[in-house]
Structures are given as structure tokens and as C-alpha cells.
Nanobody, 121 residues
Framework: QVQLVESGGGLVQAGGSLRLSCAAT????????MGWFRQAPGKGREFVAA???????YYPDSVKGRFTISRDNAKATVYLQMNSLKAEDTAVYYC???????????????WGQGTQVTVSS
């Protein structure tokens, strides 16, 4: 089992920055693909970023160049640095882990409880 706990969400003005953290416990998460997803009110959950055990990163066009995912395996923590935030980035952000498979797609095996990010325009 892998337990994931997100933190770092909050309220920020458009153009501002936030850094989300995801602390993982349980199995050796350094072997897992780690991802961030988000879900806005009334919308489905969408892919935001992923990092493989080898450090390769993936982003959709909507956040590419603004968001950066990173991992610190020694701390079993994954980060999402979000810059130049827009009102449309407002959502609950979820951390997720999977052992194998295409990182930009569902399913993921483990999920955190989510952290709210609100960007005011």
C-alpha cells in the first residue's frame, strides 16, 4: 500500500505561484510513477503532470512551461511548482501513484485526498 498526503494549496492571485507537496509513505515510492491531477467544479479529473522513476516528466499543453513536477526520493516527496497561475487553474489537485503503465492516463493505483487551489482573477 502507498499513502499519499498533499499540502500547499491555497488562495493566490492570478499570475502568482504555489508549490504543492505530496508526501508518500508505504512501499518504496521511488519505484513508482508519480502524477498530479486536478478536478474543477462540474468537470472531470484531468492530468496535470507526471514524473517517472527515472526522472522523465510529462505535461499537457495547458500547463507546459508554467508547471514543474519534481521528486525527492530521499524524502519520498513529489512537488508541483505552479507559476503564472490563471483563474482556470482553480481546482482540487490530487497526487497519485502507479507502478506501471502510461503515465498521462488513468488508471492510477493510489490517490491522495486532494488540496484546493483557488486562483482569483
Amino acid at each position: 500500500q502507498v499513502q499519499l498526503v498533499e499540502s500547499g494549496g491555497g488562495l493566490v492571485q492570478a499570475g502568482g505561484s504555489l508549490r504543492l507537496s505530496c508526501a508518500a509513505t508505504g512501499r518504496t515510492v521511488s519505484s513508482y510513477h508519480m502524477g498530479w491531477f486536478r478536478q474543477a467544479p462540474g468537470k472531470g479529473r484531468e492530468f496535470v503532470a507526471a514524473v517517472t522513476p527515472g526522472g522523465s516528466t510529462y505535461y499537457p499543453d495547458s500547463v507546459k512551461g508554467r508547471f514543474t513536477i519534481s521528486r525527492d526520493n530521499a524524502k519520498a516527496t513529489v512537488y508541483l511548482q505552479m507559476n503564472s497561475l490563471k483563474a482556470e487553474d482553480t481546482a482540487v489537485y490530487y497526487c497519485a501513484a502507479k507502478y506501471s503503465g502510461y503515465v498521462m492516463r488513468f488508471p492510477y493505483d493510489y490517490w491522495g485526498q486532494g488540496t484546493q487551489v483557488t486562483v482569483s482573477s
